[in-house]
């Protein structure tokens, strides 16, 4: 099977990006793992925002807070607010805001500075100060120096040109000005809670400096809040009084507009406040009712009589019906009863004797006189009732003439009325805002002899007895949170650096290359000493020890051929034989990215494993322009690979063969700075130089120029059968190898797989992922050779 010609997409492929797996999230996994590298970083951060927390509490001067309680309680003036005109509720959070905008105000720090002479005080003017604050005040020192202004104040002009006695005069004012606003600044005022308690304090470097300050600020603020009191009360009698003259004036004048207003318009009232007029209407009113009644029983009796009239003498013994309260009564009723004696009477002589007895014809003539009579007084009883009708009709009428002209007078009074009844409103209202202000006048006066305030202290400031300020556990638990937080970001910063292959899970995913071990480190790390020179000088170094362990490390897989290093490649060789089955002889390139990644350590251990396992293999160093194989090996030739391919010669005619394995090496030799190496390792000689080699042996090992600075591998790569790429473990950037094989992918597809060379072992298992081989490489120990044990064999 020819490995040349197997397509790249048949293979594993190259990721999209090279960000990795983007399953989940958050790779909870991925994070542990960056933590635990990152634990030293983060401890010693954490050790160094220990160290520095406390160097703070060291030079930071303990500062003490006296605190005293003030409470707004609206029971002291209770029996003020009862009659007080200026009562305030302080039961909204916007009147405590108010209160403690009092306490933080100029004006109280005024009256406190004044009190305890604290401008004058060193003590609270300069207090000591922590080497932060000191190291702050050098830089502004330093900055004023550089940039000095002259002492110019606004209103004043230069201070170095007033006379002595102005300048100590400005500069006293300054420093209490200066007082003034540090005491407001560093005052402390808060509620507690959602109580009507202010908390009120103060922090000094002196414990009785802080108590002196914190019961003068309570006390001026108890004294504040009285003067407060009596001053509105006096501003408020003041105002009172010069509104009662006004008030007063106003007033008199109402009620004279008043009464003026009522005697020119005869509006006249009795004693129950009623018009006279409307009183007359009254009474009028009442007689027509009166009136109308008499007329109408008048009237009713006059028809009634004068109906019995108008129906004849006949009828009228029958119709004679007379209430006994009228004056003629008594008359009727005794006519009636001769009458109806006398028809009785009558009845009884025309029964025994007939009617033409004389007898019966003197009782009809006596009872037709008797009848006439009845008559007689009714028609005189009729014209009675008719004159006391016309009496009672005319006395209505009457009536209804001086109903109608009281009700005009009455119009006319009651339109005077609406005025004059807004005029008596406004006289009242007036004397009634009189009385009011003159009540409010006197209780403001009498306000003034006891004032009494809403406050009262609760909590006397005392003198603290411990430092409130630094607190070593919060400082040194800020310290080393801190410490811990800048340990977590120089870490993060680490792992954002971390742009390298670490693991063969990398390889594999980000690059999509087979992965085929990993390198171990061999010797100690090379120095400036340990790179090889270059020319002919390499004779003079052959002996040197850095020479003797340079030729150790090509000789590890031979002379410790139990360490992982051997196993590594072991590895390579069979992912060779499984790719490359069937070949005879097989061409290995060994290229890396970079120089010094360790791939002519690799090409010459491979092709020492390969010998020493009885197969016939030839090493060759095709890095013509720094043959660091051949220097390595510490080879000393005239002749190398360049002649034998510009000079047609075979590989016998230039090779060297190791006695121990048998391994037959092609060197380099050094011409100058030749730069058509390229065209050297592609052209016919180089391939009818392989195809000869291929003849004898089984396995051909090239080490190629790195791909990164020059083409001499991408030349070679028609020659080869299969390439083996070296990473640096931790140096190699995964971009740039990625980019590599994006842009050459006729390489790409040659290449079997990858190894990372110089793995730290110990610094490995904190990059593998949890279950990973990586973490178990300390249980593969009794199957290699330690590094001490590889050391003692090579000698490096």
């Known amino acids: 099977m020819n490995y040349a010609n197997f397509p790249l997409d048949k293979r594993m492929p190259l990721p999209n990006s090279d960000a990795g797996d983007g399953d989940d999230f958050i790779d909870v996994e991925r994070l542990l793992g960056m933590a635990a590298r990152q634990a030293k970083v983060v401890g010693v951060c954490a050790i160094i925002g220990l160290f520095l927390g406390m160097l703070y509490l060291q030079t930071t001067p303990p500062k003490y807070v006296s605190i005293s309680s003030v409470l707004i309680d609206e029971g002291l003036n209770k029996i003020v607010d009862d009659i007080s005109a200026a009562s305030t509720t302080m039961q909204t959070d916007s009147a405590i805001l108010s209160q403690i905008e009092i306490l933080t105000s100029t004006r109280l720090a005024a009256v ?356 409130s300020s630094p607190r070593t556990i919060i400082v040194l638990g800020l310290s080393l949170v801190l410490g811990v937080l800048m340990g977590v970001g120089f870490g993060g910063l680490n792992e954002f650096n971390e742009r390298f292959f670490r693991t063969g899970e990398e390889v594999r995913d980000r690059v999509g290359l087979k992965f085929l071990g990993y390198l171990p480190t061999i010797g100690s790390k090379p120095t400036k000493d340990d790179k090889p020179s270059e020319g002919p000088a390499d004779a003079k170094v052959a002996k040197t020890p850095a020479a003797i362990e340079r030729r150790a490390r090509m000789r590890v897989s031979i002379d410790a051929p139990a360490s992982m290093f051997s196993e590594t490649l072991r590895s390579a060789k069979i992912a060779f034989d499984v790719v490359m089955e069937g070949q005879g002889s097989r061409v290995i390139g060994v290229i890396s990215v970079l120089p010094g990644e360790g791939k002519s350590t690799v090409a010459a251990n491979l092709a020492g494993l390969l010998a020493a396992n009885g197969a016939r293999t030839l090493l060759i160093d095709g890095d013509m322009r720094n043959p660091g194989l051949s220097r390595s090996l510490g080879m000393e030739a005239e002749q190398g690979l360049m002649e034998a391919v510009v000079g047609g010669q075979t590989w016998q005619s230039v090779g060297k063969i190791d006695r121990q394995t048998k391994l037959a090496i092609i060197p380099a030799v050094s011409r100058g700075h030749f730069s058509h190496t390229s065209e050297l390792l592609s052209s016919a000689g180089m391939r009818r130089f392989i195809e000869n080699a291929k003849e004898t042996f089984e396995y051909i090992v090239v080490d190629l120029p790195p791909l990164g600075p020059v083409v001499d591998a991408k030349a070679f790569a028609p020659l080869v059968d299969g390439f083996v790429l070296v990473t640096e473990w931790g140096r190699t950037p995964r971009a740039m190898v990625r980019s590599m094989l994006e842009s050459e992918p006729y390489v790409a597809n040659k290449i079997v797989g990858a190894v990372l060379n110089k793995v730290d072992l110990k610094k490995l298992a904190k990059y593998g992922s949890f279950g990973a081989s990586e973490k178990f490489f300390d249980k593969y120990s009794s199957y290699y050779l330690d590094k001490s044990e590889v050391r003692a064999k090579t000698g490096a």
């Open 112 to 467: 406190v500075v004044d009190k305890l002479k604290l401008d004058q005080n060193d003590t609270f003017m300069n207090p000591p100060q922590s080497a932060l604050a000191q190291g702050v005040g050098m830089v502004r020192g330093l900055i004023q120096y550089v940039r000095p202004s002259s002492p110019v104040m606004p209103g004043v002009g230069d201070v170095s040109k007033l006379d002595p006695a102005a300048r100590d005069a400005l500069i006293a004012a300054s420093r209490r000005d200066y007082a003034i606003l540090k005491l407001q600044n560093e005052i402390r005022a808060d509620r507690v809670g959602r109580s009507y308690v202010i908390a009120l304090g103060y922090q000094a470097t002196d414990p009785a400096l802080a108590k002196a300050i914190t019961k003068a600020y309570a006390d001026a603020y108890l004294a504040d809040q009285l003067d407060a009191s009596f001053d509105a009360t006096e501003r408020a009698a003041v105002w009172l009084q010069g509104r009662l003259t006004e008030l007063r004036e106003s007033s008199q004048q109402a009620s004279l507009a008043v009464e003026k207003f009522r005697a020119e318009h005869g509006l006249s009232a009795n004693s129950d406040g009623q018009l006279m007029s409307d009183k007359q209407l009254a009474d009028l009113n009442a007689q027509l009712i009166v009136a109308q009644a008499d007329t109408a029983r008048a009237s009713a009796r006059y028809q009634q009589y004068k109906s019995i009239v108008d129906s004849g003498s006949e009828n009228a013994f029958k119709d004679a019906a007379i209430s006994s309260d009228q004056p003629s009564s008594s008359v009727i009723a005794a006519l009636k009863t001769r009458y109806l004696a006398v028809s009785k009477r009558q009845q009884d002589v025309e029964a025994n004797f007939g009617p033409q007895h004389p007898q019966a014809v003197a009782l009809a003539k006596e009872k037709a006189d008797i009848s006439a009579q009845i008559f007689g007084e009714l028609k005189q009883l009729t014209e009675s009732y008719r004159n006391e009708y016309e009496v009672a009709l005319a006395r209505e009428t009457a009536l209804r003439a001086n109903v109608a002209a009281a009700q005009g007078k009455s119009s006319i009074d009651n339109q005077s009325q609406v005025q004059l009844r807004d005029l008596d409103q406004k006289a009242t209202a007036l004397s009634t805002l009189y009385q009011t202000f003159l009540g409010r006048y006197e209780e403001a006066a009498q306000q003034q002899s006891f004032p009494v305030g809403k406050i009262r202290i609760i909590s006397d400031a005392s003198t603290p007895l411990a430092a």
